[in-house]
């Protein structure tokens, strides 16, 4: 996987990179700002982006400014955010930008869990959304697309929670101690309460993350 990685603090960049380098993976641009993002995309062709939520020179947004940019100029290239906080404005509106996946926002913590950062930027990768637990949590809180879920059982709630963090059918069977096939089982009671016809199975889940954490109608 080759990966452009925007980050001001020298030293978490250094990490970061080692992180990617240590599983095989390669940085092969890094970079203090945002400014010449559309250019490094252009010149090395990535197969995702992880960039800072705040960048130079005002260290407020111009990290999510960079990542919403993308998300309209390569549509379809994956844009993994890290941010310090909990910022739900920001996290919606990445989110809800990103009806086909590739996309994922995860808080600076996880850096320190090294599976955590590279699993995400994998999962993304193949067209699917990561959200970090927090942040589900803090987007749950504020939705308003209420209804739409209300059908849903307890446990497929939960399902559709581990859903929107980015796990895998048999890591959903792993936190719930369930079996696989009945994940499965959930996942397709959950697209047919919440209206999703046959489609594409990756754009499904992604439209069915976008209404549990309210961020489509």
């Known amino acids: 996987?080759?990966?452009?990685?925007i980050e001001d603090s020298a030293l978490l960049r250094d990490g970061i990179s080692r992180l990617f380098h240590a599983y095989g993976h390669q940085v092969v641009a890094?970079?203090?700002?945002?400014?010449?993002?559309?250019?490094?995309?252009?010149?090395?062709?990535?197969?995702?982006?992880?960039?800072?939520?705040?960048?130079?020179?005002?260290?407020?947004?111009?990290?999510?400014?960079?990542?919403?940019?993308?998300?309209r100029t390569h549509a379809r290239l994956p844009v993994l955010v890290l941010s310090q906080h909990v910022e739900t404005v920001y996290a919606g509106e990445l989110i809800a930008e990103s009806r086909h996946g590739h996309v994922g926002y995860l808080l600076k913590d996880r850096v320190g869990e090294a599976a955590s950062v590279v699993d995400a930027a994998l999962n993304i990768a193949a067209g699917g959304t990561v959200v970090d637990h927090e942040v589900v949590t803090a987007l749950l809180r504020r939705r308003t697309n209420v209804n739409r879920t209300a059908s849903l059982s307890e446990r497929e709630h939960e399902v559709l929670a581990l859903m929107a963090e980015g796990h895998s059918n048999s890591s959903i069977a792993r936190e719930l101690h369930i079996?696989?096939?009945?994940?499965?089982k959930h996942i397709g009671s959950i697209l047919t309460k919440l209206g999703l016809p046959p489609a594409d199975d990756q754009h499904r889940r992604v439209l069915a993350v976008l209404i549990c954490l309210g961020l489509t109608s």
């Open 1 to 5: 996987m080759r990966v452009i990685l």
């Open 30 to 71: 890094a970079a203090g700002s945002a400014e010449r993002i559309l250019e490094l995309v252009d010149e090395h062709q990535p197969d995702v982006v992880v960039l800072d939520i705040r960048l130079p020179p005002t260290h407020t947004d111009e990290g999510m400014r960079a990542a919403l940019l993308l998300r």
């Open 179 to 184: 079996q696989e096939g009945t994940v499965v």
